[in-house]
């Protein structure tokens, strides 16, 4: 049974995103070309490589808190908020094209995911260390989000009204 948990725990984040990505498999790739981007945006093809290796970093590392036994509550709450706000995101942003909404949901979930490592890397430093790169991309989404915001905010077919 031990080994069963483990493999959900490890695998829940990847095949969550992975069911994501198939959501918003449509409206994702036309979206990115379609408007502009901030300066320093990555290429399309970079996202479906980084994502996958964080989210195996989150099941690895909440397996090791897990596997600590100590502070374990905290722990599971900051690692189901920030992942469930991590889905949440691309469903407001690619899905219902609530474009401002998803802006200040990516500035709650940067802070969930900060929140996240600091209970990891209290309970066992290196689940922390090993969700650090989380950090840095979700700052850079959040400042991804907030360039191409601001870019195409005024453009009707950016958003769909809510939040402009």
């Known amino acids: ?25 449509k409206e994702a790739p036309k979206d990115y070309g379609k408007f502009e981007k901030p300066p320093y945006s990555p290429p399309r093809y970079a996202f479906p490589i980084v994502w996958p290796i964080l989210y195996l970093c989150m099941g690895v590392a909440y397996n090791l808190v897990k596997g600590n036994g100590t502070n374990t509550k905290a722990a599971t709450a900051t690692h189901y908020t920030q992942l469930s706000l991590n889905f949440l995101w691309s469903l407001l942003y690619f899905k219902k094209k609530v474009r401002g909404i998803a802006l200040i949901e990516s500035f709650i979930l940067l802070i969930a995911v900060t929140t996240n490592v600091v209970v990891f890397f209290k309970n066992k430093p290196i689940s922390g260390i090993l969700l650090f790169p989380y950090v840095l991309w979700s700052s850079y989404a959040s400042y991804l989000n907030t360039g191409n915001w601001l870019l195409n905010k005024d453009n009707p077919e950016y958003s769909n009204g809510l939040c402009k």
């Open 1 to 25: 049974m031990g080994m069963i948990k483990m493999l959900t725990r490890t695998l829940l984040p990847f095949v969550g995103g992975n069911i994501i990505g198939k959501i918003t498999a």
